[in-house]
């Protein structure tokens, strides 16, 4: 099967390698030809974007005023935080340029001068690695002034890297831009939308690091070609991450529509030991997990992971074996999600504090049945009741894993054994910083 | 203790700048070139971080407490960071925690006396395939065994 995103070609990310290989020439290509034609190309190639939400990528840049007024902006997401994922890293380290050349298209195509990739700031590595391309293509004239000249066009843009400095929350497209603009990483409430009002109150377009990546193939090779890989409805490869218990974990580019258990069995090589698969979670940490005994058949798109009761998140596969103590991984994913919230919503703050705290008391052995009752409907109060999708991405995980495992957790509570407290909360984020300090 | 920016920091910072529309877009970026002249940030630190991008210093201390990278208090020179989060854990990162808190006496948060380590437990790194993980100031170290975690910190110890 062919790769799109991550071809195995040897060092490919050296930009002559890149451009031996074609590279560039969808940007040549998309360059002389009419915005709304790009746009339209990637309408129809079906592209829907890798970031979480699986949002149709030509629509959303639809979306971008036609007008010229107000200068646009692109954003090109690479905080890669959530648990589980670990795929544009790759992209970041094998095929820079190829991000690059996918951030020129699309900002031509929604008329943006300037690019923004956020890249989470524990990436040093990975941050210096894609400068490095960056200043490359800009050497030989592929970013920036010299672009008019390159690709004999009046158009030209500059790309810049922003780099976070740990918040998961960061991610979320709206709190992305406040980062960007020098604030607290506070999500926005939308509408507006930042087509509308985005990067300083000006038109933006956010898209995850995959989904740039995919564009100048779609340019080169055509968007009938690219709408007939994979599920028609989510088509394309998908880069999935596996992590856990597998033999072989790692980063797969497959078409859409693999079969989960053929990732899991064939490319990440199975179980350690044989074991039986206690639960997948098949898109992330926030997404909802699926039971060892629900993995048959389930395809790995968009529509048939909705369709088997969970979704496709960031593709981030994470595999637990028939030994794993699900309650206090629960526990884990709960204080994760209690340490990032941003403290804006009361249900989000409070409610993912209290799931945490109550997954605690069932492992230190406290705990009762009427505690997975309660965990639900803490859970049913912060979902749609906040800002931003961090709600749901807290409280989705809770919920699912205890109605799917009730059995489970039921047993684990009867039978419990005091162990000791789990971890010391810690929340950088809340610690108070002695004012007296500056302000004298 | 005052803090004052070098000239090669300000000639980096003044590159900086037209990366973006609005000085003070520039706040992440400086605070990072101060932690890096400072080893964290200091209260005089966020002052002069402020006077430079004509903000408040509340302003600029409000983007520090937020986020996780900059230090609110000296760190060691090995900044040792362990993952716990999931994919870690289901292979052993907190095994990996505990062995790194006894091997230098630290708990979250601590820093070792004579100022060389600090211990942190941080959250998913991103190295869910190449798990356990920590790292050391900037690098990461991954797909690590009880053994290597022990050669890792003992060529630290003795550097
Ligand atoms: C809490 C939270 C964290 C997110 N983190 C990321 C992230 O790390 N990377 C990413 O691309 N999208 C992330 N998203 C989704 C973005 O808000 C946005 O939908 C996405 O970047 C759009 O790109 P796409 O259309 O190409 O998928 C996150 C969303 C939420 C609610
Ligand atoms: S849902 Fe949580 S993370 Fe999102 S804005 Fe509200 S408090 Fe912040």
Known sequence: MEKIVLPEINNLHLIDVYIENGGY??????LVQKKDDIIDQVKKSGLRGRGGAAFLTGLKWSFMPKSDDKPKYLCVNGDESEPGSFKDRQIFEFNPHQLIEGTLITCYAIGARTAYIYIRGEYHKWINLMQKALDDAYEKGFVGAKMKEKFSTDFSCEIYIHK???????????????????????????????AQNGLWGNPTTINNVETIANIPAIINKG?????????PKHPGTILFGVSGHVNKPGVYELPSGTLLTDIIYNYAGGIPGNKKILCVIP????????RGDQLEGVKMDAESLKAAGSSIGTGGIMVMDEDTDLLRVLARISKFYFHESCGQCTPCREGTGWMYKILQR?????????DLDLLISVANNIEGNTVCALGEAAAWPVKFTVE?????????????????????????RNTAFPLSDIIR | MKFEFTAVNLEKIERILPKYPDKKAAVMPVLYIAQEQNGWISGEAVVAVAALLEMRPEEVLGVVTFYTMYHKKPAGKYHIQ?????????????DIFNQVRAKLGLENGEVTDDGRFSLEEVECM????????????????????EEQVDKILESLQRS
Request: positive net charge.
């Open chain 1, 164 to 194: 976070g400095a740990g918040a998961y929350i960061c991610g979320e497209e709206s709190s992305l831009m406040n980062s960007i603009e020098g604030k607290r990483g506070y999500p926005r409430v939308k509408p507006p939308f930042p």
């Open chain 1, 25 to 30: 020439t969808a940007a040549k290509k998309a």
């Open chain 2, 82 to 94: 362990v993952c716990t989060n999931v994919s870690c854990m289901l292979r052993g990162g907190y």
């Open chain 1, 362 to 370: 069932l492992i230190s052995g406290q705990g009762s049945t009427a």
């Open chain 1, 283 to 290: 898109g992330g940490s926030s997404m909802p997990p699926l």
């Open chain 1, 223 to 231: 968007w009938e070609w690219y709408s007939r890989i994979g599920e």
């Open chain 2, 126 to 145: 991103g190295s869910c395939g190449t798990a356990p993980m920590i790292a050391v100031n900037e690098d990461y170290y991954e797909n690590l065994t």
């Open chain 1, 404 to 428: 799917r495992f009730r059995d489970y957790f039921e047993t684990r509570v009867n039978s419990q054994t005091s162990l000791p407290t789990a971890n010391k909360v810690h929340s950088m």
